[in-house]
């Protein structure tokens, strides 16, 4: 089993709908999630990161955590063309001492396409 | 306020030769971490460095070391190049007490 694993793409959208991007993670010392977006040649860049239970909302990108359940979503409402992108969660170990210590773990993406 | 910086852009060796790459973070960031992408591979992390120290190391082969200088910039060394080794080499770095990570640009390393 991967350490953090992302649904299956890719994920083709309308212009102007909601994408549910959503990931599983194994590790339960993992403290919290981040959502890099990474366009095709360039380098990841952050969307938003969560570490408390629940729902955090950033303009149009809506990140939920539930660590019982060890599952990382992200919504992102009114989906434009240029949120075309490949997604990629990440868990951030935590344990000093631990093989996962301070690491971020990313799962294998998920390509977005947001099509007119 | 200027972002991580990574050089060179583009590397291309040949099998057997040894490979270098330079990042440097954000101002005022301390850690810096090695992530290598490989095609089909993903993102997978390599080493981080610390206040000049090595705080943790991925499961790549000892040929894969670096270090990180008093000014924070850091090194990414690769010894004896396999053709596996191609990939795109990520940086990143992180202010001490913060959460997130910030990617440079990335090196693309080419092993013919």
């Known amino acids: 089993q991967k350490e953090v694993e992302q649904n299956s793409g890719p994920l083709s959208v309308p212009e102007g709908a909601i994408a549910s991007l959503n990931c599983t993670y194994s590790?339960?010392?993992?403290?919290?999630f981040f959502w890099y977006r990474q366009y095709s040649g360039k380098s990841p860049e952050l969307i938003m990161f969560i570490y408390s239970n629940g729902d955090k909302e950033d303009g149009r990108f809506t990140a939920q955590l539930n660590k019982a359940s060890q599952y990382v979503s992200l919504l992102i409402r009114d989906s434009q063309p240029s949120d075309s992108a490949t997604y990629l969660c990440a868990g951030r170990g935590g344990d000093a001492g631990g093989t996962s210590y301070g690491k971020l773990t990313f799962g294998q993406g998920t390509i977005l396409t947001v099509h007119p | 306020e200027a972002g991580v910086t990574q050089s060179p852009t583009h590397l291309i060796k040949t099998r057997g030769q040894q490979a270098t790459l330079r990042c440097s973070p954000i101002s005022g960031h301390t850690s810096v971490y090695w992530y290598q992408q490989a095609l089909g591979l993903g993102l997978q992390f390599l080493l981080w460095y610390d206040e000049g120290e090595e705080r943790n190391r991925g499961n790549f082969p000892p040929r894969f070391s670096g270090r990180q200088f008093p000014n924070y910039s850091s090194e990414l060394n690769v010894n004896a190049l396999e053709l596996e080794d191609s990939a795109l080499y990520l940086c990143?770095?992180?202010?001490?007490?913060?959460?997130?990570?910030?990617f440079g640009p990335g090196t693309r390393l080419l092993v013919l």
């Open positions: 590790d339960r010392g993992s403290q919290s």
């Open positions: 990143a770095s992180r202010r001490e007490g913060r959460e997130t990570q910030y």
